[in-house]
């Protein structure tokens, strides 16, 4: 996804990365 790289520093690795 796109907004995984942002949400990835709001929130913790694995919510919306995959």
Same mark, same amino acid.
């Given at each position: ?8 520093? @709001?929130?913790? @690795?694995?919510?919306?990365? @995959?």
């Amino acid at each position: 996804m796109v907004r995984s790289r942002v949400s990835l520093s @709001k929130k913790p @690795k694995g919510v919306d990365f @995959k």
